[in-house]
């Protein structure tokens, strides 16, 4: 339920890569952007560098510590951190959102459906698919009376279409993919020839 993936797709000739414009493609010939994974409690976020920095997800609560070591460590400059895509509104994903937007002073995006979720500090667990699922949600909503999650506003409020990377110069875009909950979304990274995408 909150294991995150990453994998490298090799292009297959009968996929669509219509929405590979020219733009893409230009970032990608002269692409330097890295992927960084850092872990902010029990959830792996990532920093995305490429011509300017993005950060995908914000951790679970009380992580502001963790995440200032790991950009030392990797020496990023958290205001060099432009945007943060909160991929859901679930408290693993939201928990330090409010701490690291005020380090970074970057733009916090997340779909409208889960807005409320980080903005009125609002913890729903996901109803579980498997038996296992749903017995460890049962487990968990014990514990979530001792989470507090900071509440924030939403700066970049995610609707159903398409929203671009480029401005903030990574080769890629951000979809509504809903599914682990209704307000998840996937980040399209195209990269050297292949795509990243992961999921929750
Ligand atoms: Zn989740």
């Not at 609707?159 to 980040?187: A, N, Q, R, W």
């Amino acid at each position: 339920m909150y294991r995150k993936t990453i994998e490298i797709l090799v292009p297959d000739p009968s996929n669509d890569f219509s929405y590979l414009t020219k733009e893409i493609i230009e970032s990608l010939e002269k692409e330097k952007a890295t992927i960084y994974p850092i872990t902010l409690g029990v959830d792996q976020c990532y920093i995305i560098r490429g011509e300017k920095t993005i950060m995908i997800d914000a951790g679970s609560p009380k992580q502001a510590k963790s995440f200032r070591k790991a950009v030392e460590r990797l020496s990023i400059k958290p205001e060099d951190i432009k945007l943060i895509v909160l991929t859901h509104g679930h408290w693993d994903h939201i928990g330090t959102a409010k701490e690291i937007k005020d380090l970074t002073g970057g733009k916090l995006a997340l779909h409208q459906k889960e807005k409320d979720w980080l903005e009125k500090s609002l913890k729903p667990l996901p109803p579980g698919v498997t038996a296992w699922g749903k017995t460890f949600g049962k487990i968990l909503a014990l514990f979530m009376p001792l989470i507090h999650i900071s509440a924030t506003d939403v700066d970049i409020v995610l609707g159903d279409g398409e929203f671009p990377l480029s401005e903030y110069g990574i080769p890629g875009k951000i979809l509504y993919t809903p599914g682990h909950s209704m307000g998840s979304v996937s980040i399209v990274y195209c990269s050297i020839r292949g795509i990243l995408s992961w999921e929750t």
